[in-house]
């Protein structure tokens, strides 16, 4: 057990809908990510937040947004889903804002089905 | 920019071989990281190790070894006397220090061992 928590485990749902997909990070961690796993990218790093404040951004659609709340918990909202968007959404966390400040550690994902 | 390659995508060993998965990564910072993951049938990513580019050590952890090569960008990783729990895919990842996005990793594309009995 990493620590990390995600929420839900699985979805099914249809094209053109919105799902909210939430973090909790180990406690103590202030960095949460969010990455993608999906048969065509492969693990791919979306968006990170220290602390409350976006911290980089990497192959995150625009119809994607994500926000890290006063209590450090995270949500990645995804919007407007299409078939491709069909993945095993990671949430991780750290101690610090970079990768000499600790390990990164993964929650179990929550896999995204559309339809 | 910073890639790496894992060219096995998949192994098959049989119980008690060792088995040695490979990792090439490129990047042009002096100061990075290096890790390994673990993917199961379950799914989650279970953390392995983390090197940093001025440690060329080689490391053990029980039936797990780690050689670090930086003249040939390597990162390899050794299981000895493989058991069927070793089964899963296992990915190689970097992360250069020098980037704003701190721990942001650039994974493999992974490596499915299956071990049999």
């Known amino acids: 057990d990493s620590g990390v928590t995600q929420t839900p485990k699985h979805l099914i749902t249809a094209t053109g809908q919105r799902v909210t997909l939430r973090c909790s990070p180990r406690s103590g961690d202030l960095s949460v990510y969010w990455y993608q796993q999906s048969l065509d990218q492969g693990l791919q790093f979306l968006i990170q937040y220290y602390n409350g404040e976006e911290r980089a951004k990497g192959n995150i659609l625009e119809r994607f947004s994500a926000q890290q709340f006063p209590d450090l918990h995270s949500e990645l909202n995804l919007s407007s889903l299409e078939l491709g968007d069909s993945a095993l959404y990671f949430c991780?966390?750290?101690?610090?804002?970079?990768?000499?400040?600790?390990?990164?550690?993964f929650g179990e994902g929550s896999r995204l089905t559309v339809l | 920019a910073q890639k790496v390659t894992q060219a096995q995508t998949e192994i098959s060993v049989v119980e008690k071989e060792d088995v040695t998965l490979d990792c090439v990564y490129e990047t042009r910072d002096t100061t990075y990281y290096l890790f390994w993951y673990k993917q199961p049938p379950s799914g989650e990513l279970v953390f392995l190790i983390r090197?940093?580019?001025?440690?060329?050590q080689n490391e053990i952890s029980g039936r797990y070894s780690w050689n670090f090569q930086k003249s040939t960008s390597s990162f390899n990783f050794t299981i000895t006397a493989s058991q069927v729990v070793d089964s899963a895919v296992y990915f190689c990842a970097l992360s250069e220090k020098n980037n704003n996005a701190g721990n942001m990793l650039t994974f493999g594309g992974g490596t499915r061992l299956m071990v049999k009995p």
């Open positions: 090197r940093n580019s001025f440690d060329e």
């Open positions: 991780a966390s750290s101690v610090g804002p970079g990768t000499n400040t600790g390990e990164l550690f």
